[in-house]
């Protein structure tokens, strides 16, 4: 006994093969006289380095900052002048502690992080 989505799937391809297209359409598209120029969005990242030894880095100038406090000023700073995110950048070997202490700053203040984690090694491969 046929199924009924066998015979259903034979009509179809049998309609299909005996149809013929007669005449192809010919579609106009709009043509744009004037598209205005939009500057790309771009968003300005604040770059955070955690240390080993419990500092940060900073930005691109590479400043050091010793604890939570100056951090907190400089993160500050950097979200008044629309820097509204940090990049926290982070040894693979870094403690979870360090990372934690920059992550609780800026829910504090309200700033959205992303986590990059940087291998200081190269891998060894057997």
Do not use: N
Not at 77 to 94: P, W
């Amino acid at each position: 006994m046929l199924r009924l989505i066998d015979i259903v799937l034979i009509l179809l391809f049998g309609f299909i093969s005996i149809s013929h297209i007669d005449r192809a359409i010919e579609m106009q598209l709009p043509h744009a006289e004037y598209l205005p120029l939009v500057p790309p969005d771009f968003e300005d990242w604040t770059v955070v380095g955690a240390l080993h030894d419990g500092g940060f880095v900073c930005g691109v100038d590479k400043i050091e900052l010793a604890d939570d406090e100056a951090l907190r000023e400089y993160l500050s700073r950097a979200k008044a002048e629309q820097r509204g995110r940090v990049r926290l950048r982070v040894d693979l070997d870094l403690p979870g502690a360090y990372i934690a202490r920059v992550l609780e700053l800026c829910g504090d203040l309200e700033i959205p992080v992303a986590l990059e984690v940087i291998r200081d090694r190269p891998e060894v491969v057997e």
